[in-house]
Structures are given as structure tokens and as C-alpha cells.
């Protein structure tokens, strides 16, 4: 397995509590007289010491900012970690998302990776296949693991091997601005009467058309393909409009390129023509429509989350209400939400005491009896164990406690997921840009996804 050197450079070292310190006011031993043996034996605990090491943490912005600093909280948790684990030096970066992809592929080219991350299963899972990572099991109890949902279990392990320790989730849907709805006097026209939401594509045209007639400033609803960050959004989205998987169950090949799916994105296309979708969609990222959502220029937002409404609410630019609803559906079918799922992986070093202290930071963060409900609580989504629940005092996050039962196969575990994904956003941009159909384009994002699939297959020995 290929070893690793310690990670890049970091903002934050916390200094080690040296463990033969002696607390103040404590009563030094005395020299034994006349030469006779000592009866002050130390503790066992003294003899057997555990290592000071060092290790290095990068995260993305997994928690909420603390007093509108990005890192603050993660400090908190390090500190006190600390106070149980004072011989773990624990060494903070924080990643953005924009760049943060790309410095960790530089890291792990260099040889010189983090020792603990705290992340998605898209690149978890990659890291994984590629042996990179240290397997987890020996922390996967059997409590755990029946506590657990496999369809989030899918999202952790690379065949039977846990390379990520599932800790938050939530539901990818639709985000409404449900103010907009109320001032212009169309609130019956969103199903958030009904007690699991669900509504058809029909419903959904109508309360665009609301907004495009009766709130002429803001822009029905958004779409991006610039590149592939944010791609669960167009993925589910243009998924449940059409009826359709996006990869078979076994994963072996595209399932999108059907031809509902292909007269979806032609409505997309249609519905920027019709000015229900926003304009220039094809060079918009979804951090572009994100921003327009917060200055409340936007009714629907097509890449939400309990966990982005959480992290979306001290950046709002203007006073809105929000509100979490499922993809429609072309007959109100059950939709198929993607599960967002966050959690930490640990790189294989090749130094066992880094993997081991990286271990104890994860279990620390997922499993400490104070700290734990506390850090579901500031990344603000649901824990990935069913038997945490009731976090929140707030009818959105009820309602993505029930929504979880729409959980869809994930498809960033498809194999050669990192390269597959590369071939989407350029074939929704060709249909956008009125190149080819819908039909088109999705049977050319599954040829060239197909072959990916099949050599990382091959690659694999599979």
C-alpha cells in the first residue's frame, strides 16, 4: 500500500500537553533513605504512556461557521479533543470547495496527503479503490452497523471494506422561496399540504408560471452545467422529470439516456426559451444560482439540502422564507432523492500510529457523548444513524426525516465515478446551447460514461 508523508502546510497546531507533567500542588516523591528501593511504583497508565504524534486534518466547510468564521468551530473540536487526547498534536486546514478538489489531488501526487479528511463519498470512495485509504471496520461496531441504512452503507465501503465512517445526511431536493409564493398570492399552488409533498411536473409548470406572471423581477427557477460541482442537483432533477434511474441497479451502465429523460432536458431547454428556467444556465455554476437564490431573485433552487438551508441562512442577502420540497414527478410517482452523506476518511500514511490517533479523532467527532449531537448540529444535517433523530425544533427538518425514505441508490459509487462525472455537465451544455436534442445528449454522456465504467472495471480485476 502506497505510504504517505505528512500533509501540507496547516493554521492551527494545538501544543501538547506533556503527559509526565506533574499537577501543580501535588507532592513530589521523596529519595528513598539509605539506599532502599522505591515504593512510589508509578501508575500503569504512566508506564504505558501513549505516543505523541501528529497528524493533519483538512476540511471542507463541513460545519456551519462559528461567529462567521470559517475554522472557528473546527478549533473548538480540536481543543477539546485535546483534553482527552493531549498527546494528538491535531494539525487544521480548511479546503474550499472551489479549490479544495485540486489541492487534494496535488497532495496525493505529492505524497503528501492529510492523515484525516472529512468529506464526501464521490472522492472518498475513488481514494478508496485507488488503495489509498485505511479501511475503518475495526471502528464499525455491530450497533453501528444495524444502525445504519445500506443505502448509506453503499456510500462508505468499496466492496466489503469501510473506508468512510458515515456521520451526517440529508436528502438532496428542491429549495423555495415560499415568501414569494405568499406575497404573490400562489401558496396553494406548492404541496406543502400534503404530508410527503410529492407533485407532478404539471404542478410544478404551474407555480413557475405563477412567478413568471405575478413577480415578473424574479426568475422562476434555476439551472447550471458550467462544470461539475453541484452536479447532484441537475442529476436528481432531471432524473425524477423523466422517470429514470440514472444508472442501472448494478451499476454496470448509464440508465438516464431513456426517452423521458431526453424530453425532460428538452423542457429545460424549452423552459429557459419560455423564461421559467433562468437564461445563460449553460455558463452558470451552482454557486451562481445559489447566490441569486440568497438575494431572494430566485423562486426554486434545483440543488438544496437541509444541510445548505442551515448554511445558506446567515448569508441570505434578503428576508425570505425557505422550504424544502421533492422533485416533481411526471405522475406524482415517489421521487428518488440522492442522500447527501458526509463523513471521515483516514489515509494510509504508512505510519500506524498517525492511522490509529486519526481514528481516534473520527470517533471523537461521530461518537463523543458530548460532542457528537453537537456536531450533527452545526453541520445542520440529520445523523446517518436512524436512532438519532429530533435534533431540530423545525418543521423542515421533520419533514427530511420522512423525505429519507425516497433515498435512491447513490450513483458516485459507480465505478470510474470520478471521470464519469466529467462527461455530464458538456452534454447538458450541448443541449442548452440548442447543439443537439435531449435524447442526443444523454446517449452521448452514457457512451462515453459506459466505457469509463467498463475500464475502471477492468482496471479493478473486475
Given amino acids: 500500500m502506497k505510504a504517505f508523508k505528512k500533509g501540507l502546510t496547516t493554521v492551527l497546531s494545538i501544543m501538547l500537553i506533556g503527559s509526565s507533567l506533574v499537577a501543580c500542588g501535588t507532592k513530589a ?129 468499496v466492496g466489503d471494506t469501510t473506508y468512510m465512517y458515515p456521520i451526517n445526511t440529508a436528502p438532496f431536493m428542491m429549495g423555495v422561496n415560499k415568501t414569494i409564493f405568499e406575497e ?90 419560455d423564461k421559467l428556467i433562468i437564461s445563460g444556465s449553460e455558463s452558470l455554476t451552482a454557486a451562481d444560482v445559489n447566490d441569486l437564490f440568497l438575494q431572494g431573485k430566485l423562486a426554486f433552487s434545483i440543488n438544496y439540502s437541509p444541510v445548505l438551508r442551515a448554511q445558506n441562512d446567515p448569508l441570505k442577502k434578503a428576508p425570505f422564507e425557505d422550504v424544502l420540497l421533492p422533485f416533481p414527478t411526471i405522475d406524482g410517482a415517489k421521487p428518488q432523492l440522492e442522500p447527501y452523506l458526509g463523513g471521515m476518511a483516514v489515509f494510509n500514511n504508512g505510519d500506524e500510529d498517525k492511522i490509529a490517533a486519526s481514528k481516534k479523532l473520527v470517533d471523537f467527532i461521530a461518537n463523543d457523548p458530548e460532542w457528537g449531537n453537537k456536531n450533527l448540529i452545526q453541520t445542520g444535517g440529520l445523523s446517518a444513524r436512524n436512532s438519532i433523530t429530533g435534533l431540530y425544533d423545525d418543521p423542515e427538518y421533520t419533514y427530511s426525516e420522512q423525505a429519507r425514505e425516497f433515498y435512491t441508490d447513490p450513483p458516485t459509487i459507480v465505478d470510474g465515478w470520478a471521470e464519469v462525472r466529467t462527461f455530464w455537465f458538456p452534454e447538458l451544455q450541448r443541449a442548452l446551447l440548442n ?22 472495471k477492468a482496471d479493478a480485476g473486475k
Avoid at 447543439?435 to 475502471?456: R, S
Fill in 184 to 273: 404573490i398570492g400562489a401558496i396553494d399552488l406548492l404541496p406543502l399540504d400534503r404530508p410527503d409533498r410529492t407533485w407532478t411536473v404539471e404542478e410544478y409548470e404551474k407555480a413557475l408560471q405563477a412567478v413568471k406572471e405575478k413577480a415578473p423581477d424574479i426568475i422562476p427557477s434555476g439551472f447550471f452545467a458550467k462544470s461539475q460541482a453541484g452536479d447532484q442537483g441537475t442529476r436528481a432533477y432531471l432524473a425524477n422529470l423523466g422517470n429514470s434511474r440514472f444508472f442501472t441497479e448494478d451499476y454496470s451502465q448509464v440508465a438516464i439516456n431513456t426517452d423521458k429523460a431526453g424530453a425532460a432536458l428538452d423542457w429545460i431547454v424549452k423552459g429557459v426559451k
Fill in 435 to 456: 447543439v443537439v436534442p435531449g435524447k442526443e445528449a444523454l446517449d452521448a454522456f452514457a457512451k462515453n460514461a459506459n466505457e469509463a465504467i467498463a475500464k475502471a
Fill in 29 to 157: 516523591a521523596e529519595t528513598p533513605k539509605n539506599d532502599e528501593p522505591s515504593t512510589n511504583t508509578p501508575p500503569a497508565e504512566q508506564k504505558d504512556a501513549p505516543k505523541n504524534v501528529e497528524i493533519t486534518w483538512w476540511n471542507f466547510p463541513s460545519f456551519q461557521p462559528l461567529d462567521g468564521e470559517t475554522g472557528k468551530y473546527e478549533k473548538q473540536i480540536i481543543e477539546a479533543f485535546n483534553k482527552q487526547h493531549p498527546e494528538i498534536k491535531v494539525n487544521l486546514e480548511m479546503l474550499t470547495y472551489e479549490a479544495g478538489p485540486e489541492k487534494l489531488n496535488v497532495a496525493i501526487a505529492s505524497n503528501t496527503a492529510p492523515d484525516v479528511i472529512y468529506d464526501a463519498p464521490g472522492r472518498i470512495l475513488d481514494w478508496g479503490k485507488k488503495d489509498l485509504l485505511a479501511p475503518l471496520d475495526d471502528m464499525i461496531t455491530d450497533e453501528i452497523r444495524n444502525d445504519i441504512s445500506p443505502a448509506l452503507w453503499k456510500q462508505s465501503m
